[in-house]
């Protein structure tokens, strides 16, 4: 009888540590609230007070103006959450071994880099959607607050995985769903850094 209750214990604990694992800490926790609400507020500072000039300048023809990339930003949001909660939050939990905070870094560190450009998915790439760069932007705040909302209230965010092979510097390795609340808020901070450098550009209209 002593050796089935140890043998429950020992399982129970194996259990609790398992779980334990699978859930993401309140450090990460707090890490990701604060990056999400960071990536918020660059997206608006980036785009505060611009007349239509600014909204609709582009460098060049086959560039952005500032207007399509704030659509493209809140875009993203919706389409990323919604692959979150239809595939990742419904995928298998991982099989292979990971490194969980070497991945978080390099979500972190290469959605950011400018000096790797990328080519937007046909889904993303802006339509005038949400008929004025004024309502992308509202659009993009409504989403953003769902998303933290959602990291906020959201058991087991490291329990599943799953990965798109579009995403090439990935090598196959599977995000999991904090890992992918991650890749939203890095990815504003892309193409928020694409906004400042419109501004930047010596043609941009003064007012």
Known sequence: MKSILLVICLTGTLVSQIVKAQDVT????????????KTRAGVQAATAGLSEAQWNFKQAP???????????????EDLFMNLIQGQVMNAPARTEAEDVAALDELVLQRLVDRTRKAKAP????????FGSPEESLKHFLKSRAKTVQFLKSTNDLRRH?????????????????YQWVLYIAAHSERHTKQIIEVKEAPAYPKN
């Open 161 to 177: 995985a799953y990965s798109l092979p579009q995403i090439t510097w990935l090598n196959g390795k599977k995000l999991d769903a």
């Open 62 to 76: 086959d560039r952005w103006s500032i207007a399509e990339v704030t659509e493209h930003i809140a875009a993203a």
């Open 26 to 37: 309140s450090a990460e926790l707090d890490k990701a609230v604060k990056y999400l609400e």
């Open 122 to 129: 046909e889904p993303l790439i802006p339509t005038q959607r």
